[in-house]
């Protein structure tokens, strides 16, 4: 009845751009290879520049350390993950990430034994004299604000002779006082042995969050004889 075998049928032709200059001929196999070639060169590139970029963020601006020990109570916690910026490092001052500044938690290369890493925070600023006086800190005298203290953690409350800060050098504490290894023991911090500034806690997740600087106040006027005086 019907014949759909192919000799029986007839060409009504073959389509040519020479019937037509706007006919474009298009061999669907051959572009779709190459459409899937030209897609996956575009995927291989973007894939090598997004790892060119964590390679350069990891290496000039941020790294991740891990807290040991609990030198920073109640700040930080043993085994709390951190991203410090790099930028003070390679001493970038044109941003404000780059400064140094009191009250800043630093990571930094032990000065007695380089291979080891502290974490703490800036006490004393380079041509200031530190002095700590029955657990209270003195900044040239005056007495520093540290609210970010805990009584649990500074119940011993000792006392230290005045340290004079060299230039490019920093004094720095732990704020678990009574658990802490830092300047009051083994000295100053050179500068370009502190490679980072902490900014970001992103584990453990209940913590995660950006941490926060405080205010550093010291008292102008009230010398540290008045404060014991109100105390007692």
């Given amino acids: 009845m019907f014949d759909f075998q192919r000799k029986n049928q007839f060409d009504f032709g073959v389509v040519s751009p020479a019937d037509d200059r706007d006919i474009e001929v298009q061999k669907l196999k051959t572009e779709s290879r190459q459409g899937l070639w030209f897609e996956s060169m575009r995927l291989l590139r973007d894939i090598v520049l997004i790892i060119a970029v964590f390679i350069l963020f990891g290496v000039f601006i941020a790294q991740p350390v891990v807290v040991e020990g609990t030198s920073m109570l109640p700040q930080l916690h043993d085994g709390e993950r951190l991203l410090v910026n790099k930028l003070v490092y390679y001493k970038i001052q044109s941003v404000s990430w780059g400064h140094l500044r009191r009250g800043d938690i630093v990571v930094f290369w032990y000065p007695k034994d380089p291979e080891k890493s502290y974490v703490k925070r800036i006490i004393g600023l380079p041509g200031e004299t530190v002095e700590v006086r029955s657990g209270i800190i003195l900044i040239n005298g005056k007495q520093l604000e540290e609210n970010y203290l805990d009584t649990e953690h500074n119940q011993s409350l000792p006392s230290f002779p005045p340290r004079k800060v060299d230039e490019h050098y920093y004094f720095v ?16 911090v050179p500068e370009k042995y502190i490679y980072g500034k902490a900014f970001f806690r992103y584990w453990k997740p209940s913590n995660a969050g950006f941490l926060e600087h405080g205010e550093y106040n010291i008292q102008e006027e009230r010398k540290i004889d008045d404060v014991r005086a109100e105390s007692e």
């Fill in 173 to 188: 504490m732990g704020d678990n006082r009574d658990n802490s290894s830092d300047s009051r023991y083994w000295g100053l």
